[in-house]
């Protein structure tokens, strides 16, 4: 009887414990920032959540070496939640071409090897050719400033690093952009006209090697409906002529061999 008595009072005490467990409410997360993390910003300019911004955390940059999709949970129900069913085809009041979000990623390396080098998004359709180097310290120093401000929130439910947020205080990413109190016009006070593009558009992505005479294409960056974030890589000049070499070469092969053909 007394065993009987303990186990039934222990398989009770487990259940009060697990349901207690059950019905407490998950703790909210906090973003991280690290120097060299990509950040894909975007600001809204019209319509539902005009005022508000957000931020995702793609990680480090160097992993832009390759063509893939970013998981970062479902950020197509985050868009639409906080800034409308209708945010990816949404245009701007009063601004035609533009559509009411308009989002840019960037990266720098501000306290690693304290560079100041660069990497952030262009539209092609606005400015062919990558982005020019220059003193980087005010945006280098500005895209950190954002990093810290983005660690102030809590993760989105559902999304990996994705934070709302509004867009009124200190150092938010639209602070940096055009129109914002600290860009002096352009972005992060530096890019003419903008980093920035409409959700539609592919981005092109460069590296700003501080000290260097010119950027350099890697990539680019896409934003789906379905809020999709998708990176293809860029090859370097070299692969292109080493492509143009190997092509080259089976020309040449399938000439000689032709030629042994009809010699037989």
């Not at 973003?31 to 005009?50: C, E, Q, W």
């Not at 390759?66 to 998981?71: A, K, R, V």
């Not at 500005?142 to 205080?169: F, K, L, M, R, W």
């Amino acid at each position: 009887m007394k065993n009987n008595f303990w186990k039934t009072w222990l398989i009770t005490l487990l259940a009060v414990a697990g349901a207690a467990l059950l019905a407490t409410p998950a703790r909210a997360q906090t973003p991280t920032y690290n120097d060299m993390d990509a950040l894909f910003g975007f600001r809204v300019i019209s319509g539902t959540g005009v005022g508000n911004e957000g931020i995702i955390n793609l990680g480090q940059v160097s992993q832009f070496d390759h063509t893939f999709t970013l998981s970062l949970g479902n950020i197509g129900n985050f868009m639409s939640t906080n800034f409308g069913s209708d945010w990816f085809t949404r245009q701007a009041v009063g601004q035609a071409g533009a559509t009411a979000i308009q989002w840019a990623v960037i990266a720098t390396d501000n306290n690693t090897n304290f560079t100041t080098d660069l990497w952030t998004t262009r539209d092609p359709g606005v400015r062919p050719t990558p982005w020019t180097p220059g003193d980087q310290a005010v945006p280098s120093n500005a895209v950190d400033s954002v990093g810290q401000q983005y660690t102030h929130n809590t993760i989105a439910p559902g999304t990996t690093s994705a934070i709302e947020q509004n867009a009124s205080q200190p150092n938010t990413w639209t602070s940096w952009q055009p129109g914002g109190p600290n860009s002096f016009g352009i972005s992060w006070a530096f890019f003419n006209p903008t980093d920035e593009g409409n959700t539609n558009t592919v981005m092109a992505f460069d590296f700003v090697q501080a000290g260097a005479t010119n950027g350099v294409q890697t990539g680019l960056f896409s934003w789906s409906s379905d809020g999709t974030v998708t990176f293809t890589v860029i090859p370097e000049p070299g692969t292109y002529q080493l492509m143009a070499l190997g092509a080259l070469g089976l020309v040449g092969l399938n000439i000689l061999r032709r030629r042994r053909a009809v010699r037989a």
